[in-house]
C-alpha cells in the first residue's frame, strides 16, 4: 500500500510560480510511474504531467508544456511539480498519483494510489 500526501497549493497571483511535492509512504515508489492530475469545478479530472519510475520520461498537457516541470527524487520517496508563469485557468486541486508500473500513463484510470489533493488557486 502506498500513502501519497501532496503540499506546496496556495493562492498566487497570475505569472506566479508554486512547488507542489507529494511524499511518499508506505513502501518506495522508485518502481511506480507517478502522474500529477488536476480538477477545477464542474470538470473533470484532468492529466497535467506524468513521469516513468527512472525520471528518465515526461509527458505533458498541452495546457501546461513549458510552464510545468514534473521531476521526482526516489531516494526522498518524492515527486514534485514545478508550476511557472501561472495562468487563472491553472486554478484547481491538484492530485499525485502512482502506477504499479514503470511506464507512465496519462488517464487516471491507470493509476492505482491517490493523494488527497492540494488546492492551487490563482488570481488575475
Known amino acids: 500500500q502506498v500513502q501519497l500526501i501532496e503540499s506546496g497549493g496556495g493562492l498566487v497571483q497570475a505569472g506566479g510560480s508554486l512547488r507542489l511535492s507529494c511524499a511518499a509512504s508506505?513502501?518506495?515508489?522508485?518502481?511506480?510511474?507517478m502522474g500529477w492530475f488536476r480538477q477545477a469545478p464542474g470538470k473533470e479530472r484532468e492529466n497535467v504531467a506524468a513521469i516513468s519510475w527512472s525520471g528518465r520520461s515526461t509527458v505533458y498537457a498541452d495546457s501546461v508544456k513549458g510552464r510545468f516541470t514534473i521531476s521526482r527524487d526516489n531516494a526522498k520517496n518524492t515527486v514534485y511539480l514545478q508550476m511557472n508563469s501561472l495562468k487563472p485557468e491553472d486554478t484547481a486541486v491538484y492530485y499525485c498519483a502512482a502506477r504499479s508500473s514503470s511506464n507512465y500513463a496519462v488517464t487516471s484510470r491507470a493509476y492505482d494510489y491517490w493523494g488527497q489533493g492540494t488546492q492551487v488557486t490563482v488570481s488575475s
Open positions: 508506505g513502501r518506495t515508489i522508485s518502481t511506480y510511474a
